[in-house]
T-cell receptor, first 115, second 110 residues
Framework: DTGVSQDPRHKITKRGQNVTFRCDPI?????LYWYRQTLGQGPEFLTY????????KSRLLSDRFSAERPKGSFSTLEIQRTEQGDSAMYLC?????????????FGPGTRLTVL | DQQVKQNSPSLSVQEGRISILNCDYT??????FLWYKKYPAEGPTFLIS???IKDKNEDGRFTVFLNKSAKHLSLHIVPSQPGDSAVYFC?????????WGAGTKLIIKP
């Protein structure tokens, strides 16, 4: 399967714990994105990478959140000292940018529940 | 501020009829608009897009219309099929990120 994969699919943690999610994009894609989606809302942009460089971070992304894409392939999103408000679906997407067109392919998401 | 709005949380349509999903936007800088479809427990799946310089794009049963003066786009599905039941998101492409509406849940009745 050559789609975007995310691991784990579900994560339940206690408030104050650290969690890390992994995303494996489509192999030839140069851009990788992280989004967060809460119930009844569309995905909200968090950050994106062009190859290994993190080019943009949303103001939504507090200092407790950090993302890496060390070799321009897979990416990790870490949340430190989780809070109940962090409970959401975390979506990863990748794209191969050609000119202005930027179709993003999404993984199945990681559902985080903070107790 | 909500740059992309989908004002109908849900829509119910008879199988075989036309489904029309609407989306309004405020940001004139979007280069492209995209529609995604989402089933429960899955990530969004790309459906169809339209460039900001076009007013219509068609792909099989799916047609997207763009009215730039009204800052409005719509997705037409005809004929609607049971497998079309899902949540539909419209999104504006602002260079590096997609700005999403809240989604419309489409229910196709047999």
């Amino acid at each position: 399967d050559t789609g975007v994969s995310q691991d784990p699919r579900h994560k339940i943690t206690k408030r104050g714990q650290n969690v890390t999610f992994r995303c494996d994009p489509i192999s030839e894609h140069n851009r990788l994105y992280w989004y967060r989606q809460t119930l009844g809302q569309g995905p909200e942009f968090l950050t994106y990478f062009q190859n290994e460089a993190q080019l943009e971070k949303s103001r939504l992304l507090s200092d407790r959140f950090s993302a890496e894409r060390p070799k321009g392939s897979f990416s990790t999103l870490e949340i430190q000292r989780t809070e109940q408000g962090d409970s959401a679906m975390y979506l990863c997407a990748s794209s191969l940018v050609r000119g202005f067109y930027n179709e993003q392919f999404f993984g199945p998401g990681t559902r985080l529940t903070v107790l | 501020d909500q740059q992309v709005k989908q004002n109908s949380p849900s829509l119910s349509v008879q199988e075989g009829r036309i489904s029309i999903l609407n989306c309004d936007y405020t940001n004139s800088m979007f280069d492209y608009f995209l529609w995604y479809k989402k089933y429960p427990a899955e990530g969004p799946t790309f459906l169809i897009s339209i460039s900001s310089i076009k007013d219509k794009n068609e792909d099989g049963r799916f047609t997207v219309f763009l009215n730039k003066s009204a800052k409005h786009l719509s997705l037409h599905i005809v004929p609607s099929q049971p497998g079309d039941s899902a949540v539909y998101f419209c999104a504006g492409d602002s260079n590096y990120q997609l700005i999403w509406g809240a989604g419309t849940k489409l229910i196709i009745k047999p």
